[in-house]
Protein backbone atom coordinates (compact mmCIF):
# COMPACT_ATOMS: atom_id res chain seq x y z
CA UNK A 1 0.00 0.00 0.00
CA UNK A 2 1.54 2.65 -1.37
CA UNK A 3 -1.20 5.47 -0.86
CA UNK A 4 -2.93 6.83 2.03
CA UNK A 5 -6.20 5.05 3.33
CA UNK A 6 -8.49 7.26 2.24
CA UNK A 7 -6.72 8.03 -1.14
CA UNK A 8 -8.92 6.84 -4.21
CA UNK A 9 -7.77 5.16 -7.25
CA UNK A 10 -8.91 8.04 -8.97
CA UNK A 11 -7.01 10.10 -6.76
CA UNK A 12 -3.81 8.36 -6.81
CA UNK A 13 -3.15 7.96 -10.56
CA UNK A 14 -2.67 11.69 -10.25
CA UNK A 15 -0.05 11.50 -7.76
CA UNK A 16 3.82 10.89 -8.25
CA UNK A 17 4.31 7.09 -8.77
CA UNK A 18 5.77 5.43 -5.24
CA UNK A 19 4.65 8.92 -3.09
CA UNK A 20 2.17 8.32 -0.50
CA UNK A 21 0.41 11.10 0.06
CA UNK A 22 -0.37 12.43 3.76
CA UNK A 23 -3.87 13.55 3.83
CA UNK A 24 -4.98 14.93 0.45
CA UNK A 25 -7.81 13.67 -1.64
CA UNK A 26 -10.57 11.74 -0.55
CA UNK A 27 -12.03 11.86 -4.16
CA UNK A 28 -10.70 13.68 -7.19
CA UNK A 29 -13.63 16.30 -7.28
CA UNK A 30 -11.66 19.31 -5.26
CA UNK A 31 -12.84 19.66 -1.32
CA UNK A 32 -14.41 21.91 -0.03
CA UNK A 33 -15.66 23.81 3.93
CA UNK A 34 -18.72 25.39 3.51
CA UNK A 35 -20.24 27.44 6.69
CA UNK A 36 -23.82 28.73 7.03
CA UNK A 37 -25.43 30.50 9.62
CA UNK A 38 -22.69 29.97 12.19
CA UNK A 39 -24.33 31.02 15.45
CA UNK A 40 -22.06 30.20 19.03
CA UNK A 41 -23.74 31.65 22.15
CA UNK A 42 -22.14 31.48 25.75
CA UNK A 43 -24.66 32.15 28.74
CA UNK A 44 -26.36 34.89 26.46
CA UNK A 45 -23.32 36.65 24.59
CA UNK A 46 -22.89 35.95 21.02
CA UNK A 47 -19.81 35.45 20.46
CA UNK A 48 -20.15 33.55 16.51
CA UNK A 49 -23.32 35.71 14.54
CA UNK A 50 -24.38 33.91 12.06
CA UNK A 51 -20.81 33.33 10.03
CA UNK A 52 -20.62 32.12 6.27
CA UNK A 53 -17.50 30.97 4.94
CA UNK A 54 -16.68 28.83 2.17
CA UNK A 55 -13.06 27.75 1.23
CA UNK A 56 -12.02 24.98 -1.22
CA UNK A 57 -9.06 22.97 -1.28
CA UNK A 58 -5.70 24.45 -2.19
CA UNK A 59 -6.87 27.94 -0.97
CA UNK A 60 -4.48 29.17 1.93
CA UNK A 61 -7.26 31.74 3.49
CA UNK A 62 -5.96 33.39 6.78
CA UNK A 63 -8.85 34.55 9.15
CA UNK A 64 -8.48 38.05 10.60
CA UNK A 65 -9.89 40.39 12.91
CA UNK A 66 -9.50 41.78 16.51
CA UNK A 67 -9.44 40.04 19.92
CA UNK A 68 -12.32 38.50 20.38
CA UNK A 69 -13.93 38.66 17.48
CA UNK A 70 -14.68 35.17 17.57
CA UNK A 71 -12.13 33.66 15.51
CA UNK A 72 -11.28 30.87 17.51
CA UNK A 73 -14.76 29.86 18.81
CA UNK A 74 -15.66 29.42 14.87
CA UNK A 75 -12.77 26.32 15.12
CA UNK A 76 -14.18 25.44 18.33
CA UNK A 77 -17.22 24.93 16.78
CA UNK A 78 -16.12 23.38 13.46
CA UNK A 79 -13.86 20.76 15.72
CA UNK A 80 -17.26 20.18 18.27
CA UNK A 81 -15.49 21.96 21.02
CA UNK A 82 -18.40 24.36 21.76
CA UNK A 83 -21.95 23.59 20.84
CA UNK A 84 -23.31 25.56 17.88
CA UNK A 85 -26.10 26.00 15.47
CA UNK A 86 -26.11 26.60 11.60
CA UNK A 87 -24.44 24.37 9.07
CA UNK A 88 -20.68 22.87 8.72
CA UNK A 89 -20.03 21.47 5.41
CA UNK A 90 -17.34 19.34 4.84
CA UNK A 91 -17.21 18.06 0.94
CA UNK A 92 -20.82 17.19 1.14
CA UNK A 93 -20.73 15.95 4.86
CA UNK A 94 -22.35 17.78 7.61
CA UNK A 95 -20.05 17.81 10.66
CA UNK A 96 -21.50 20.28 12.81
CA UNK A 97 -23.55 18.66 16.00
CA UNK A 98 -21.05 15.07 15.30
CA UNK A 99 -18.52 13.90 18.07
CA UNK A 100 -15.36 15.27 18.68
CA UNK A 101 -13.56 12.19 17.46
CA UNK A 102 -15.98 11.71 14.81
CA UNK A 103 -15.26 15.13 13.35
CA UNK A 104 -11.75 14.04 13.71
CA UNK A 105 -12.04 11.18 11.87
CA UNK A 106 -13.95 12.76 8.83
CA UNK A 107 -10.41 14.52 8.11
CA UNK A 108 -10.60 17.72 10.19
CA UNK A 109 -7.53 18.79 11.94
CA UNK A 110 -6.95 21.75 14.41
CA UNK A 111 -3.70 23.02 16.16
CA UNK A 112 -3.63 25.10 19.22
CA UNK A 113 -1.78 27.90 20.16
CA UNK A 114 0.00 26.22 22.42
CA UNK A 115 1.56 22.95 21.19
CA UNK A 116 -0.12 20.16 22.39
CA UNK A 117 2.56 17.52 21.71
CA UNK A 118 3.57 14.46 23.93
CA UNK A 119 6.73 16.17 25.26
CA UNK A 120 8.27 12.74 26.63
CA UNK A 121 8.06 11.31 23.80
CA UNK A 122 9.93 11.22 20.42
CA UNK A 123 9.26 12.99 17.15
CA UNK A 124 8.77 9.72 15.69
CA UNK A 125 6.44 7.85 18.34
CA UNK A 126 4.37 11.55 18.19
CA UNK A 127 3.56 10.97 14.60
CA UNK A 128 3.21 7.63 15.44
CA UNK A 129 0.71 7.80 17.37
CA UNK A 130 -0.93 10.19 15.23
CA UNK A 131 -1.11 7.36 12.21
CA UNK A 132 -2.13 4.65 14.94
CA UNK A 133 -5.50 6.75 15.25
CA UNK A 134 -7.35 5.92 12.13
CA UNK A 135 -5.56 1.86 11.90
CA UNK A 136 -6.98 -1.06 13.72
CA UNK A 137 -4.60 -2.88 16.09
CA UNK A 138 -3.96 -5.59 13.66
CA UNK A 139 -2.28 -3.30 11.01
CA UNK A 140 -0.73 -1.02 14.09
CA UNK A 141 1.09 -4.45 15.03
CA UNK A 142 2.23 -4.63 11.91
CA UNK A 143 3.38 -1.37 11.10
CA UNK A 144 5.06 -0.60 14.01
CA UNK A 145 8.09 -2.10 12.82
CA UNK A 146 8.85 0.14 10.13
CA UNK A 147 7.92 3.42 10.00
CA UNK A 148 5.27 3.62 8.14
CA UNK A 149 5.19 6.03 4.68
CA UNK A 150 2.88 8.53 5.93
CA UNK A 151 5.34 8.79 8.64
CA UNK A 152 8.22 9.12 7.01
CA UNK A 153 6.79 11.85 4.26
CA UNK A 154 5.31 14.01 7.37
CA UNK A 155 8.84 13.94 8.59
CA UNK A 156 10.17 14.84 5.59
CA UNK A 157 7.67 17.50 5.24
CA UNK A 158 7.82 19.18 8.10
CA UNK A 159 11.26 19.18 8.18
CA UNK A 160 12.16 17.04 10.95
CA UNK A 161 13.96 14.15 9.67
CA UNK A 162 16.91 14.64 11.51
CA UNK A 163 15.39 15.11 14.36
CA UNK A 164 13.01 12.42 14.16
CA UNK A 165 14.41 10.18 18.16
CA UNK A 166 14.46 13.83 19.92
CA UNK A 167 12.40 14.02 22.46
CA UNK A 168 9.66 16.49 21.93
CA UNK A 169 9.68 18.48 24.82
CA UNK A 170 12.89 19.68 23.87
CA UNK A 171 12.20 21.10 20.76
CA UNK A 172 12.49 24.93 19.87
CA UNK A 173 8.88 25.83 19.74
CA UNK A 174 8.53 26.25 16.20
CA UNK A 175 9.21 22.95 15.70
CA UNK A 176 7.08 21.77 17.87
CA UNK A 177 4.37 23.52 15.91
CA UNK A 178 5.49 21.88 12.92
CA UNK A 179 5.54 18.40 14.69
CA UNK A 180 2.05 19.49 15.34
CA UNK A 181 0.88 20.24 12.07
CA UNK A 182 2.97 16.59 10.92
CA UNK A 183 0.48 15.23 13.12
CA UNK A 184 -2.98 16.38 11.39
CA UNK A 185 -0.47 15.02 8.50
CA UNK A 186 -0.30 11.30 9.40
CA UNK A 187 -3.95 11.57 10.22
CA UNK A 188 -5.02 12.38 6.77
CA UNK A 189 -6.55 15.85 7.65
CA UNK A 190 -8.13 17.45 4.64
CA UNK A 191 -9.12 20.40 6.60
CA UNK A 192 -6.75 22.20 8.89
CA UNK A 193 -7.79 24.77 10.88
CA UNK A 194 -4.49 26.26 12.59
CA UNK A 195 -4.94 28.58 15.36
CA UNK A 196 -1.92 31.32 15.27
CA UNK A 197 0.54 28.91 14.27
CA UNK A 198 3.65 31.44 14.12
CA UNK A 199 2.85 33.06 17.13
CA UNK A 200 6.22 33.35 19.58
CA UNK A 201 8.22 32.17 16.29
CA UNK A 202 11.56 33.71 15.10
CA UNK A 203 11.82 35.42 11.86
CA UNK A 204 13.18 32.60 10.67
CA UNK A 205 10.51 29.77 11.83
CA UNK A 206 8.24 32.29 10.41
CA UNK A 207 9.70 32.21 6.96
CA UNK A 208 9.63 28.61 7.20
CA UNK A 209 6.01 28.44 8.44
CA UNK A 210 5.02 30.02 5.75
CA UNK A 211 6.59 27.86 2.97
CA UNK A 212 5.25 24.77 5.08
CA UNK A 213 1.41 26.00 4.80
CA UNK A 214 2.07 26.88 1.23
CA UNK A 215 2.82 23.31 0.79
CA UNK A 216 0.41 21.60 2.70
CA UNK A 217 -2.30 23.96 1.59
CA UNK A 218 -1.88 23.09 -1.79
CA UNK A 219 -3.87 19.79 -1.79
CA UNK A 220 -5.70 20.47 1.58
CA UNK A 221 -8.63 23.33 2.60
CA UNK A 222 -6.38 25.72 4.81
CA UNK A 223 -8.09 28.55 7.66
CA UNK A 224 -5.69 30.02 9.17
CA UNK A 225 -6.17 32.32 12.14
CA UNK A 226 -3.43 34.77 12.12
CA UNK A 227 -2.39 38.98 13.78
CA UNK A 228 0.01 39.12 12.07
CA UNK A 229 -0.55 41.64 8.95
CA UNK A 230 3.18 40.85 7.18
CA UNK A 231 2.67 37.23 7.15
CA UNK A 232 -1.02 37.39 6.15
CA UNK A 233 -0.03 39.49 3.06
CA UNK A 234 2.81 36.99 2.04
CA UNK A 235 1.30 34.21 2.52
CA UNK A 236 -2.62 34.25 2.34
CA UNK A 237 -4.42 33.74 -1.06
CA UNK A 238 -7.79 34.91 0.55
CA UNK A 239 -8.38 36.63 3.78
CA UNK A 240 -11.95 36.67 5.68
CA UNK A 241 -12.18 39.49 8.60
CA UNK A 242 -13.95 38.77 11.25
CA UNK A 243 -15.22 41.58 13.76
CA UNK A 244 -17.80 41.27 16.75
CA UNK A 245 -18.88 37.75 15.52
CA UNK A 246 -19.70 38.59 11.85
CA UNK A 247 -17.66 38.35 8.92
CA UNK A 248 -16.89 41.81 7.93
CA UNK A 249 -15.10 41.81 4.59
CA UNK A 250 -13.68 39.16 2.23
CA UNK A 251 -11.42 38.81 -0.64
CA UNK A 252 -7.52 39.34 -1.54
CA UNK A 253 -5.52 40.85 1.06
CA UNK A 254 -5.76 44.12 -0.72
CA UNK A 255 -9.31 44.11 -1.00
CA UNK A 256 -9.69 43.79 2.38
CA UNK A 257 -7.21 46.42 3.29
CA UNK A 258 -8.89 48.58 0.65
CA UNK A 259 -12.08 48.23 2.82
CA UNK A 260 -12.95 51.27 4.40
CA UNK A 261 -14.87 48.95 7.16
CA UNK A 262 -11.93 47.42 8.16
CA UNK A 263 -9.98 50.19 8.29
CA UNK A 264 -12.29 51.32 10.77
CA UNK A 265 -12.48 48.02 12.89
CA UNK A 266 -8.47 47.93 13.34
CA UNK A 267 -8.19 51.62 13.67
CA UNK A 268 -10.84 51.47 16.13
CA UNK A 269 -8.99 48.37 18.15
CA UNK A 270 -5.24 47.84 16.29
CA UNK A 271 -4.85 43.97 16.32
CA UNK A 272 -2.69 42.72 19.11
CA UNK A 273 0.03 40.03 18.79
CA UNK A 274 -1.14 36.85 19.72
CA UNK A 275 -2.31 37.46 23.20
N1 LIG B 1 -16.03 29.26 26.80
C1 LIG B 1 -16.40 30.55 26.75
N2 LIG B 1 -17.33 31.05 27.59
C2 LIG B 1 -17.73 32.34 27.54
N3 LIG B 1 -17.24 33.23 26.65
C3 LIG B 1 -16.30 32.79 25.78
C4 LIG B 1 -15.82 31.44 25.77
N4 LIG B 1 -14.91 31.31 24.79
C5 LIG B 1 -14.80 32.50 24.21
N5 LIG B 1 -15.64 33.40 24.80
C6 LIG B 1 -15.81 34.80 24.42
O1 LIG B 1 -16.17 34.82 23.05
C7 LIG B 1 -15.55 35.92 22.39
C8 LIG B 1 -14.76 35.40 21.22
O2 LIG B 1 -13.63 34.71 21.73
P1 LIG B 1 -12.53 34.05 20.78
O3 LIG B 1 -11.57 33.36 21.66
O4 LIG B 1 -13.21 33.25 19.73
O5 LIG B 1 -11.89 35.34 20.09
P2 LIG B 1 -10.67 35.43 19.08
O6 LIG B 1 -11.15 36.16 17.87
O7 LIG B 1 -10.06 34.10 18.89
O8 LIG B 1 -9.69 36.40 19.88
P3 LIG B 1 -8.08 36.40 20.02
O9 LIG B 1 -7.56 37.10 18.80
O10 LIG B 1 -7.85 37.19 21.25
O11 LIG B 1 -7.61 34.99 20.14
C9 LIG B 1 -14.74 36.64 23.45
O12 LIG B 1 -15.50 37.72 23.93
C10 LIG B 1 -14.53 35.60 24.52
O13 LIG B 1 -14.38 36.19 25.77
MG1 LIG C 1 -8.23 33.25 19.41
Known amino acids: MTTAPNTSPAAASLLPKGRPLAGGQRTGRPQYLEIRGLRVVFDGFTAVDGVNLDVTQGDLRFLIGPNGAGKTTIIDAITGLVPATGSVNHTGTEILGRKVHRIAKLGVGRTFQTASVFENLSVLQNLDIAAGSRRRPLELLRRRRNTEPAVEEALE ?15 AHGQKQWLEIGMLLVQNSELLLLDEPIAGMSQDERAQTGELLRRIGANRITLVIEHDMDFVREYATSVTVLAAGKVLSEGSVAQVQADPRVQEVYLGAAPAEGH
Open 157 to 171: IIGLERLASRQAGTL
